[in-house]
């Protein structure tokens, strides 16, 4: 088994109120990405926010559950289609850490999420701008507004760090 190295972040404290609110929902994001380090998954973090709240959280959980599927968007796009017992969730901004891959990136098309925030691109495996863009295949009905809010580079080091961790 590999062993977990310290995570050498700290969390953001949730309880201020920031000017920004795609600042204050990305740092919610990048704390549910240290729970997922701290449980030795690859540290990305999701949250989904409706009218101003944060209606769910996750962070990966692949390793966890011994489940390639257990994502940190996924997880939350389970979540909510079961509590609304309804798979459309149009009233959704997602923020996560990390540009989702082609799996997250497909559900989130089929889910109707209509923003995504993210932490940072993916230019190896990221669908919604970093290596492709599922907003420019001219055969989907959908389009997901993407914007960046990279905590002035702290998702990206987050995920460096962690790699770098794992690879020495």
Known sequence: M?????CPFAPFD???SLDNPHCYFMQCAFNEALKAWKSGEIP???IAVSNGKIVARSHNLVE???DATQHAELNILRTLSQ???NWRLTDITLYVTKEPCPMCSGAIYKARIPMVILGVFDNQQG???GRLDFNQHVHLNHTVSIQLESLDGLCEKLLLTFFTSRRT
């Open 44 to 46: 990305i973090g999701c």
């Open 83 to 85: 509590q609304r017992n």
């Open 2 to 6: 590999v062993s977990i190295p310290p």
């Open 14 to 16: 949730e309880t201020l």
């Open 127 to 129: 669908c919604l701008g």
């Open 64 to 66: 966890t559950n011994h």
